[in-house]
């Protein structure tokens, strides 16, 4: 198993990027959470077996229909054990 922490950015808020994510994420068997940031990006936090994550960013590099992918920036990240894929409808920060 691996966490990764991905940011996606450029036009991903209002295009259904959370709801096709999770949809993903699902079929994917992926854990984690999907969350719109204040700077107009979306943040992702994914655990699963690196061959699977390796595919589930190919698929945030090109996201659903309507987005426009800027750039996906990937870092390691320590492994929480989520029980399933989340929407996280707001931010609590902003």
């Not at 655990?47 to 996906?72: H, M, R, S, T, Y």
């Amino acid at each position: 198993m691996k966490h990764l922490n991905i940011k996606v950015t450029g036009k991903v808020q209002g295009v259904f990027f959370r709801a096709s994510t999770k949809a993903v994420a699902d079929q994917m068997g992926i854990k984690g959470f999907v969350r719109n940031e204040k700077d107009g990006s979306v943040y992702i936090e994914a655990e699963a077996q690196p061959v699977i994550l390796d595919a589930f960013i190919d698929w945030c590099k090109e996201g659903p229909d309507k987005a426009v992918v800027e750039n996906v920036k990937v870092s390691d990240g320590e492994l929480k054990n989520y029980r399933n894929f989340e929407v996280i409808k707001k931010n609590l920060l902003w």
